[in-house]
Nanobody
């Protein structure tokens, strides 16, 4: 059974840093791309960063230069380091198994972790 458990969220001041982690289990982590999405109240989840099984990364424009996605295949974890946070980054953040072919999540999600950036 696929399990994705996000952690590391919290409250931080504008300009601050948070590092999110996602512990994955129940599938062969080494074979899949992973992604981080976020969801603002009243909005759909949006993709913000992905990483292939080989470590190639991709970011949406509004986080480029501020967020860094990485993975540890030995520990089946994917991390999102978020620097220079802004109030508009406030959201629930989710990790997911990502398909480079379809450009979408494969449909497995964790519970998410809340990030709140105060101004």
């Amino acid at each position: 059974q696929v399990q994705l458990v996000e952690s590391g969220g919290g409250v931080v001041q504008s300009g601050g840093t948070l590092t999110l982690s996602c512990a994955a289990s129940g599938f062969d982590f080494n074979l899949y791309s992973m992604g981080w999405y976020r969801q603002l109240p009243g909005y759909n989840r949006e993709r913000i960063a992905t990483i292939t099984k080989n470590g190639n990364t991709n970011y949406v424009d509004f986080v480029k230069g501020r967020f860094t996605i990485s993975r540890d295949n030995a520990r089946s974890t994917v991390t999102l380091q978020m620097n220079r946070l802004k109030p508009e980054d406030t959201a629930v953040y989710f990790c997911t198994i990502y398909s480079d072919i379809t450009g979408t999540s494969l449909g497995h999600w964790g519970e998410g972790t809340q990030v709140t950036v105060s101004s």
